[in-house]
């Protein structure tokens, strides 16, 4: 179980599934512990589809100092969990295995992922937070043109792994 506590929305709880996503659990937990995401913000966000945090840059640029093979059936990884409303899965850039320390949240069904990303857990609790997170205003991100950038950028006070 994992706690993301964001300040001013409240907790989001999840369950991680070592079983399809080992890797990515394993690394994500890692981040967590040594206080990685405490402070980092959710950058991008699509009402709708999903919310996007763990950038220590804020734009979406950056990432940890190590990338993960990506846990997904097209980089030849069996992988059943599908993206669906809750979905907890890695961001990366084209490369497969450019995964690092940015994941997103889906806030709605978005199945057209399945097999290209690596979802790695579930909501449990805290919907109505995530419902929230992703209602914030946005505005176009200046690095793509997509209205992706939110006003004010929801804080991740910390991650706890329980």
Known sequence: MVTITIKDFGDI???????NAPITVDNFEKLAKEGFYNGLTFHRIYKGF???GGCPLGNGTGGSDNTIKGEF???GV???ISHTRGTISMARS???NSA????FICDADA????????AFGKVTEGLDVLDAVASVDVLPNPYSGEVSSPVTQPVIEKIIVE
């Open 78 to 80: 069996p992988n059943k």
């Open 111 to 118: 199945t057209f992922l399945d097999g290209q990303y690596a």
């Open 100 to 103: 690092s320390s940015q994941f």
């Open 73 to 75: 059936l097209s980089n």
């Open 94 to 96: 084209q490369s497969p």
């Open 50 to 52: 999903m919310i996007q």
């Open 13 to 19: 709880k999840l369950e991680l599934d070592r079983e």
